[in-house]
């Protein structure tokens, strides 16, 4: 487990990378120009990771599957030399598939002075700019999109629906807790994530709106990745204590400012007496 987390904090830092600096470059110069070599470069790099947590995601479903699952078995079946060769092969067919991506792209022509509605190079505002046919890179992107989010689904789906089976089973109700509370963590960002993404694809798909595709690309692009590692961080005791203590600290100033506004008010209702 912890192997893919080191695997999904390296991709998720990745995914912010590809756009939270551009942006806030373009934001400080009030500049809002990318070249041709930059957009190309971040729709590359955002296919990758953006694949990556794909692939990740359902690798630590299956993770959670065989603990709770088969239990005795599991350093047998997640053993390092699996666990290595699932992450090389989604490198390697998501590096394949980006590849496509681009040379398709690179096919496309623009006119001079392009202005895409967004804030990145996103493929379908990118499609929907370009002066050439863009029908087989529409094509491509859907059938990915079914695809890579169609058989991961299904497959996260699947395992939790056995997690499930395997937890009713249990004769014991703290036993249940325990073994439900590792799948927690997971199961928050994969509704992130999924949740976002098909909020994204919707959303281009049904409004012309590029304002609601913004705000829903913000989600699964900055949002997500930013709040995936604090949703891990949460199973850990110390970070929990601190979260408590910084939660606790916060409710007393903001009662200690109630308190002082109601004792100015009364003061005032005095004076004016």
Not at 4 to 21: A, E, K, Q, R, W
Not at 185 to 212: D, F, I, K, P, R
Request: charged share 10%; with cysteine; glycine share 4%.
């Amino acid at each position: 487990m912890y192997f893919f987390l080191c695997n999904l904090s390296f991709v998720d830092i990745g995914f912010i990378s590809t756009t939270v600096p551009k942006m806030l470059v373009n934001i400080q110069a009030q500049n809002k120009d990318i070249s041709y070599t930059e957009c190309l470069t971040q729709v590359c790099f955002l296919i990758i990771f953006a694949g990556m947590d794909n692939f990740l995601l359902t690798m630590m479903a299956y993770d959670r599957f065989v603990a709770i699952c088969n239990p005795l078995k599991y350093t047998l079946m997640m053993n390092p030399r699996l666990c290595s060769s699932l992450v090389l092969m989604s490198w390697f067919i998501i590096l394949w598939i980006d590849l496509t991506h681009i040379l398709l792209l690179m096919q496309l022509t623009f006119p001079t002075g392009t202005e895409i509605p967004h804030f990145f190079c996103e493929l379908p505002q990118v499609f929907k700019v370009a002066r050439s046919d863009t029908l087989i890179n529409n094509i491509f992107l859907n059938v990915l999109t079914v695809l890579l989010g169609l058989f991961p689904i299904s497959g996260i789906i699947c395992t939790y629906f056995q997690i499930v089976s395997t937890l009713m089973r249990m004769s014991s109700t703290a036993s249940r807790y325990k073994a439900f509370s590792t799948c927690g963590s997971h199961l928050c960002v994969v509704a992130l994530y999924y949740g976002t993404g098909l909020a994204v694809y919707l959303s281009s798909a049904v409004t012309h709106s590029s304002h609601e595709s913004s705000v829903a690309s913000v989600m699964y692009t900055v949002v997500t990745p930013m709040l995936s590692p604090f949703i891990y961080s949460l199973r850990n005791k110390d970070v929990k204590g601190a979260l408590g203590k910084l939660l606790s600290i916060e409710a007393s100033c903001l009662s200690w400012t109630s308190v002082f506004r109601t004792t100015g008010i009364l003061q005032s209702l005095r004076k004016m007496l």
